[in-house]
């Protein structure tokens, strides 16, 4: 086995660790993005949700990216997007050049060689897009690619279960504050039927030594 191969194992086991022990999607999408970034050995790494309408992607969350960059402009479904729409990953060699990027001038600027863009799927839908951009020219192997897909779709379930959780939590909540109100309401008389229990029935008595 080749030892990038080795690393990604080991990656997938660290970053699935990761992203099934938050609890905060700030946090959990933070971690996604940095740990992708490290394990590919990349420049950066953004995630970009969809808009309902599926026409623009939002940067959501980034590592390795100035602020001047993300702020660049909507990311709209032109060509790349559209193919990653359809759940292909898409790569390209020179971001400055390749007709494909929609802010060329910008990603020289940032630094920007290649671009690697995967599908964020959920439940077979693509909600949005990873991307992982590197420094110099990189041809982006098979097993890059399938590292990022898998990852991504580990991301979308961890999402979905912090959501799910979070829901659980104020559902949780709620429910507590409605069952204090009511005890509250019933003053002191909850605290004693706690206390009291029902008396067993007993037969009559027996004198000492009857």
Request: charged share 25%; with cysteine; proline share 5%.
């Amino acid at each position: 086995m080749k030892e990038t191969e080795k690393n990604y194992y080991q990656s997938l086991y660290e970053v699935a660790s990761v992203l099934n022990s938050e609890r905060e999607p700030n946090v959990l999408l933070q971690s996604f993005v940095e740990s992708v970034a490290k394990a590919t050995g990349a420049k950066a790494c953004s995630l970009m949700l969809l808009t309902p309408d599926r026409e623009v992607l939002l940067h959501t969350v980034a590592y390795g990216l100035s602020d001047w960059y993300l702020r660049k402009g909507p990311v709209r479904t032109g060509k790349v997007i559209s193919e990653v729409l359809e759940g292909k990953p898409v790569a390209v060699l020179d971001a400055s050049t390749d007709e494909r990027v929609l802010y060329r001038e910008q990603a020289k600027k940032e630094g920007i060689a290649s671009i690697l863009s995967v599908p964020m799927r959920l439940r077979g839908e693509v909600i949005g897009v990873v991307r992982v951009y590197t420094a110099k020219p990189y041809r982006f192997t098979k097993d890059d690619i399938n590292f990022v897909e898998t990852i991504s779709n580990i991301g979308a379930i961890a999402l979905e279960n912090v959501r799910a959780y979070g829901i659980i939590q104020k559902d949780y909540e709620t429910f507590r504050r409605e069952m204090l109100q009511w005890r509250a309401e019933l003053g002191d008389e909850w605290m004693i039927g706690e206390l009291v229990t029902p008396a067993k029935e007993q037969g009559p008595k027996i004198p000492p030594g009857g």
